[in-house]
């Protein structure tokens, strides 16, 4: 079972820093309390790992032929990356980590299964996309309803506060679904455990990551990507769960911080271009970059180090 450590540790990352991806937004606008938030997302989460994570496992678990010994060694190098961006105060993407130690271990190995990998590299690119469009027409749709129905200043704060507690739940499910193949997906392929089985340790893993350590990155993303107002932080909490959806039925993880980011993009670019912050985008952007290939660089040298030749 010491095996596991590397995944639970994985998952503890990516709960504590993801969690700003689902309510980061609206716990910087005032709508919901984070005490309120974290209680919502570790429930819902587990409930999306558990009904839907198993949809996602096959891709992650397949992309390269991994023992036990690799597997714990691919989740503990990119549960380190994570830990290091998390303290740093980055948004981090723990799907990219993940995917870049499986990756180190492949050229051990040389098993890498290219096809998969060039679907989830199709993927990352659009689920940015995907975001910023699903934001874009969100912002306007909702916004003409709002102005519509919804004049009265106290009438449309409820409206808001029941939303997005409506929305964050159901990003949260979301994410669980999509995301907890990331945490042991690989546990699953090298057949260490059930798909369901690594569903529920993954998504219990990252339930303690945002209930422990999570107030740290909500902040980068709640509030220095682009001003948000209560509305926007809706409207962001929205298009990111439907995107993390729409690819948990394609059966690809993707970054929910790639979504997250993206749908607020999409709402500066809808407001004003002016407002988003160029610093902060590169920021996040350089760490992308470094994400998958310091995960990457660390697997190949810890197997090279721990994991006898033959």
Known sequence: MWKLFGGIFLGWGLGSNDFANIFGTSVATGLIRYRRAVLLCSVFLLLGAAIEGPKCMTTM????TLSDTTACICTFSAALVIAGLT?????????QAIV?????????????????FYKILACWVLTPLGAI????LLYRLLG??????????YRRQMVLTAGIVIAGSYGSYTFGANNVANITGVYAGSGMLSPFTAALIGGASMALGVITYSYKVMETVGKKVVPLDAFSA???????????????????PV???????GAVIGIGITKDYRTVS????????????????????????????????G
């Open 144 to 153: 003409l309803l709002f102005n519509r129905f919804l004049r009265d200043i």
């Open 234 to 252: 809706f409207v962001a909490t929205m298009a990111n769960a439907l995107t993390l959806h729409l690819f948990t039925q394609v059966g690809v």
């Open 61 to 64: 678990g397949t992309l390269s």
């Open 87 to 95: 303290w740093l105060a980055l948004p981090a993407s723990t799907c």
């Open 255 to 261: 970054s929910s911080t790639q979504a997250i980011i």
């Open 278 to 309: 160029s610093k902060i985008l590169f920021q996040i952007g350089a760490g992308w970059l470094l994400t998958p290939l310091s995960a990457g660089l660390l697997t190949y040298g810890l197997i090279q180090l721990l994991v006898p030749a």
């Open 133 to 136: 469009l699903f934001s874009m």
């Open 100 to 116: 870049g130690a499986i990756l180190g271990a492949g050229l051990v190995s040389g098993t890498t299964d290219l096809g998969k």
